[in-house]
């Protein structure tokens, strides 16, 4: 069995749903510490032809929580969200297609990061035709005191992975010997780059899954674009 195993990302690019595509489990951690300047809670789209970022207001609290320990903002404004996306997007080809995924993800009522996280995933990989099973990590019985590479190991052997699919990123992050140590076999995912027209701009590439369903017919980005990565 594929696993892979990420941190969660709001509406992330398309890279991250090529990691779920290319396995048979997706592990997504839930206790694992939010990171200010990461990409859980922001992403980048499309705006007057240049990257702009968006993202979701958290409640001010301590920078050593666990993702599944914060909260929206009691003052986040989701109409406000909807309304960036709107002006970005309302011209773009397919955004009577795409918008209402967007516009029910935004809405979720969920107060709790992680919750409102896990959701915006698990309805995006349906939309994608992505039917990877999902799992979030506190639910495996595994001891979650390791770290890195010792983790991943260690949720590997829990749900018993034949192969461990990581970001192409994470070359330098583990080691081959260590999971054939463990009768598992190591792989690393690359997306292929690809092209599509923004309007008349100069195109602007890895942008949020946002930016591809705007421009792209579903039925495009499930049968061509989901599948465009290799393993390696």
């Known amino acids: 069995m594929k696993v892979a195993i990420m941190q969660p990302y709001f509406m992330p690019y398309i890279g991250y749903f090529h990691l779920i595509r290319s ?12 990171t200010k300047k990461g ?4 992403n980048r789209m499309l705006q007057n032809g240049k990257d702009a970022m968006f993202s979701l207001p958290l409640k001010s609290d301590s920078d050593f929580l666990d993702v599944r320990d914060r909260m ?7 109409d406000k969200l909807l309304n960036q996306f709107k002006g970005a997007y309302r011209h ?29 995933i698990v309805r995006t990989c349906e939309y994608l035709g992505v039917s990877t099973e999902i799992r979030v990590a506190s639910s495996i019985a595994a001891d979650h005191a390791l770290k890195s590479q010792d983790k991943v190991l260690a949720l590997c052997a829990a749900v018993g992975a034949s192969t461990y699919v990581n970001a192409i990123g994470g070359l330098e992050l583990y080691s081959t010997e260590a999971f054939r140590e463990q009768g598992i076999d190591l792989k690393f995912i690359k997306s292929m780059p690809f092209e599509y027209a923004q309007f008349e701009n100069d195109f602007v590439p890895w942008l949020s899954i946002i930016d591809v369903m705007m421009f792209n017919p579903r039925e495009r980005i499930v049968s061509e674009l989901i599948d465009n990565f290799e393993l390696a």
């Open 39 to 42: 990409w859980i809670n922001r």
């Open 92 to 120: 773009a080809p397919y955004f009577s297609q795409a918008f209402p995924l967007v516009e029910q993800i935004v809405c979720n009522e969920a107060s709790n990061l992680f919750g409102f996280l896990h959701h915006s």
């Open 23 to 34: 396995a048979d489990l997706f592990i997504v951690y839930d206790n694992i510490k939010y």
């Open 72 to 78: 929206l903002a009691t003052d986040f404004d989701r």
